[in-house]
């Protein structure tokens, strides 16, 4: 997540504030379970990176990633990949 961040910021000049502090105090997995949460919409950053066309860097993507499988549940993986769809990104693009 810190990878992440740090890239976004040096291509898209984005700097996520929040998004560290959240990553800070609950780790990566606690900091993605949190934005996957039900109920809740799309975070202010990922409108910036579908903005950017930059989903690929999404908290969203991360958690469909193949190793990252385990760290999460069949709902929150659902959820992510409803998010990434509904803003056209081709979820099987993600390898990884």
């Known amino acids: 997540m810190y990878a992440a961040y740090r890239h976004l910021a040096k291509t898209i ?3 996520a504030k929040q998004f560290l502090e959240m990553v800070t105090m ?3 997995v606690g900091a993605a379970q949190i934005l996957l949460q039900r109920g809740r ?3 202010d950053g990922f409108a910036r990176l579908w ?3 930059m989903l ?11 190793k990252y ?3 999460f549940t069949d ?7 409803q998010r990434l ?12």
Do not use: C, I, M, P
Request: proline fraction near 0%; charge should be negative; hydrophobic fraction near 30%.
């Open 26 to 28: 609950h780790g990566g």
């Open 56 to 66: 690929q860097w999404s908290v969203e993507a991360s958690v469909l990633k193949n």
């Open 85 to 96: 769809e509904a803003h056209g990104f081709d979820v099987g693009s993600l390898v990884g």
């Open 69 to 71: 499988e385990d760290l």
């Open 51 to 53: 903005e950017a066309r």
């Open 13 to 15: 000049n984005y700097r």
């Open 75 to 81: 709902e929150e993986r659902d959820t992510a990949r």
């Open 41 to 43: 919409g799309t975070s």
